[in-house]
C-alpha cells in the first residue's frame, strides 16, 4: 500500500536540528537554514501548499498572508509576544496561533535584571572608556551611577515576566516595587510580591528604576514619550526588554543626550534590527540586540514548544499554548 504523504509545514527560520528532526516525523518541513529573513512575497509563496508554519517576531502573519495561503491551519509564534500576528484575521481565517509563553519567563526576567544593573551602574559606558585606553586614574566619582539596592523598582506591565523581575527585586534586592498594569494584581499575589500597585503617573515619578514588560499594541505604541520621561526623576534609568515602539527612541535619545534621566537599557527597537542612529551616539545608553530569552536552554525550550503545538494540533486537533482557542473548538 502507498504510503500517504505527509502533510507540508514551514519552518520559516532556522532552529535546532533536533526541532526539525521531532517535526520530520510527522510532516514534509521546508526550512530556511540561511536563516535570511523571509519578505512578505516569499513567505506567501514558500507556504504554498503548507498548513502550518513557525514563525518568530520576523515574520508577519496578516489578512494579506492568510488570503493568499488557503490550506494554512496553524501559525506557531517562536516568541512570547505576537505583535507580528493579526489575531483577529487568523480567527476568521480559521487559522490557529500559538505562543511561547512560561518556558522563557525566568530567562527573561534574568536579563531584564541585568539591563537593570548595567544601565544602573554604567557597565557598558565604563567598559568602552577601558577598551578604548582611557583608563590612566581611578577617581572617587568615576562611573559612579546609581544604587539598585534598596531603590524603587518601578515595573510597567505586570504579567508573568513583570512578576518575575518584581521577586528578584523585593527579594533580592531589598527594592520597594511599585507597578502599574492594565488590571491591578489580587492582593495575595501583590503581597508575594511585595508589590504596590500605583497609577501611571506615579510610576513614572516615583520610580528610580523603570522597567518595561508590557505587550505591543496600537494602544501601547509610544508609551514612553518626551512627555512620559519628562515626568521621571532625573537621576532614573528605564529599561525596555518589551518590544521597540513602546518607547519612542528619538524622544528616549534626545532626552538622555541633555540627561533629563541618567541612563536606559534596552533590548528591543522600533524597527529592529536597524537602531536610531541618535541611540547610537549617545553614551548613557546600554544597547543589545533583542537577547532577552537567548539562553540556549530557553530558546531550544521555545523552538520544541513551537514545534508541539503545531504537532498536537494537526496531529491531534489540540494545542498546548494557543491565542485563539475558538478555532480550535470551532
Ligand atoms: C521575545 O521578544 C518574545 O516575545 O519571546
Known amino acids: 500500500m502507498a ?89 476568521a481565517a480559521g487559522v490557529l496561533g500559538t505562543n511561547t509563553p512560561d518556558v522563557l519567563t525566568e530567562t527573561t526576567a534574568d536579563f531584564g535584571f541585568a539591563l537593570i544593573m548595567a544601565t544602573a551602574r554604567r557597565l557598558t559606558e565604563s567598559e568602552h572608556f577601558l577598551r578604548a585606553g ?24 505586570m504579567g508573568r515576566i513583570g512578576q518575575a523581575i518584581a521577586r528578584r527585586g523585593a527579594l533580592g534586592f531589598g527594592m520597594k516595587v511599585i507597578y502599574h498594569n492594565r488590571s491591578r494584581l489580587d492582593a495575595g499575589i501583590e503581597t508575594e510580591l511585595r508589590a504596590r500597585y500605583v497609577s501611571r503617573d506615579q510610576l513614572l515619578q516615583q520610580a528610580d528604576h523603570l ?25 532614573a534609568t528605564l529599561v525596555n526588554i518589551a518590544r521597540g515602539g513602546i518607547v519612542d527612541d528619538a524622544a528616549l535619545a534626545a532626552a538622555l543626550r541633555d540627561r533629563r534621566i541618567a541612563a536606559a537599557g534596552l533590548d528591543v527597537f522600533e524597527g529592529e534590527p536597524k537602531v536610531h542612529p541618535d541611540l547610537l551616539t549617545v553614551p548613557n545608553v546600554v544597547l543589545t540586540p533583542h537577547i532577552a530569552s537567548a539562553t540556549l536552554a530557553t530558546r531550544r525550550a521555545m523552538a520544541q514548544l513551537a514545534a508541539d503545538n503545531v504537532i498536537a494540533y494537526l496531529t491531534e486537533g489540540r494545542a498546548l499554548t494557543p491565542l485563539n482557542p475558538d478555532v480550535i473548538r470551532a
Open 134 to 157: 582611557q583608563w590612566n586614574k581611578w577617581a572617587l566619582d568615576m562611573f559612579a551611577g546609581a544604587d539598585v539596592h534598596g531603590s524603587t523598582l518601578g515595573i510597567l506591565g
Open 211 to 235: 522597567i518595561l514588560v508590557l505587550p505591543y499594541s496600537a494602544e501601547s505604541h509610544h508609551a514612553i514619550g518626551a512627555a512620559e520621561i519628562a515626568r521621571m526623576k532625573p537621576t
Open 3 to 91: 504510503a500517504t504523504a505527509k502533510p507540508a509545514i514551514l519552518v520559516a527560520r532556522a532552529v535546532f536540528p533536533e526541532v526539525i528532526d521531532a517535526l520530520r516525523q510527522h510532516f514534509e518541513v521546508d526550512t530556511n537554514d540561511d536563516d535570511v529573513a523571509l519578505t512578505p512575497d516569499e513567505l506567501t509563496q514558500r507556504l504554498q501548499g503548507k498548513v502550518g508554519v513557525l514563525t518568530t517576531g520576523s515574520e508577519r502573519v496578516d489578512a494579506a498572508l492568510l488570503a493568499a495561503c488557503p490550506q494554512l491551519r496553524i501559525a506557531a509564534n517562536i516568541a512570547v509576544g505576537f505583535n507580528n500576528f493579526d489575531v483577529p484575521a487568523m480567527t
